[in-house]
DNA sequence: ACATGAATAT
DNA sequence: TATATTCATG
């Protein structure tokens, strides 16, 4: 019923982070071979069984971060970055066994976490279902390193997770948050999506429900060309759907021109901006909430995946 | 030319 | 299965 609805839509607002705690929230992709390179890894088990991730359940420790054993032979450092280089032709086929990292490289297979997912839901939400693209998402969402085709293709699994959550909406407040299992979500394969409350706007396509806190979370310069510029656009753009928010949006960017404090610089961070093109991170990997850490699972062929969770507590 | 969204591939 | 990549449209 429309109670139960608020009930849980209340806790979801309550989730909700703030803008100031938004904003910060630069989190940084970073490669298994980069962290590789970095000696960057959890000190803790170096067997990961558990084939799929923790489903990082409510509780919010500091789960022993499957590590990864990767071994040490990994060659083949893909460098997941841009695409962009086109000059150079030196092995072309250089699979396994290569060393050098064939400019063939892929990037590994983003894992949406719950919380990497829950930001993509309150992006969209804050968005509104209209504006809510591709492109838009990610940049509201301002995940180093996610492309438009990563949010691309889990918007494109979302909607239609939203779908049957439409259709079994009825009699059941469906969606189940943090706290338990949805009854309604059966299958193992909305999970994800079921750690992430709904709003009910999304359900109702027919409402524009638009009293969602304006914010701009313009953050975490990226990389790429114009980048920058797009970031503006969506600022703008925002801003001119809400006018006073121009403030908040030059705020945010003041800060960010402004590192906080130069305490230390991790030596991956610095080092970040350095294998490709990348426009200086503005990293603060001193907000213990979040900490950016990766698991590269050798799955059946050897496919490594790049999985980046906070393990701020949710 | 570019972004989106669906289909298809891995 | 989950995510990536391709493809057709807008």
Do not use: C
Request: proline residues 12%; hydrophobic residues 30%.
């Amino acid at each position: 019923m429309r109670e139960e609805d608020s009930n849980w839509f209340s806790r979801w607002e309550e989730e909700l982070p703030s803008p100031e705690e938004l904003m910060p929230l630069s989190q940084t992709l970073i490669t298994p071979d980069l962290a590789l390179a970095f000696d960057i890894r959890s000190p803790n088990n170096i067997n990961n069984n558990s084939p799929t991730q923790p489903q990082a359940p409510p509780q919010s420790q500091p789960q022993p971060s499957p590590s990864n054993p990767l071994p040490a032979s990994a060659t083949t450092p893909p460098h997941p970055n841009s695409a962009e280089f086109a000059s150079d032709s030196a092995d072309l086929g250089s699979g396994p066994g290569g060393e050098e990292p064939a400019r063939t490289l892929k990037r590994p297979r983003l894992v949406w976490t719950p919380q990497l997912h829950k930001r993509f839901v309150d992006a969209v939400a804050h968005l509104g279902i209209k504006n809510a693209v591709p492109k838009t998402i990610m940049q509201l969402m301002s995940v180093d390193g996610l492309t438009r085709e990563n949010v691309a293709s889990h918007l494109q699994k979302y909607r239609l997770y939203l779908k049957r959550m439409q259709g079994l909406s009825a009699g059941s407040g469906g969606a189940g948050g943090a706290g338990g299992l949805p009854a309604t979500a059966d299958p193992a394969t909305d999970h994800l999506f079921a750690s992430s409350p709904v709003p009910p706007h999304f359900l109702h396509p027919g409402r524009p429900n638009s009293d969602f806190l304006p914010f701009v979370p313009v953050a975490a310069l990226q990389h790429h060309h114009h980048q920058q510029q797009q970031q503006q656009m969506a600022a703008v753009a925002a801003a001119a759907a809400h006018p006073q928010l121009q403030q908040q949006y030059h705020r945010q960017v003041g800060h960010f021109g402004s590192p906080p404090s130069g305490q230390f610089e991790h030596p991956f961070l610095s080092r970040q901006s350095q294998p490709l093109h990348r426009m200086g991170t503005p990293v603060h990997n001193l907000v213990p909430g979040y900490v950016e850490d990766l698991e590269s699972a050798n799955g059946t062929g050897g496919r490594k995946v790049l999985t980046l969770f906070p393990t701020g507590d949710d």
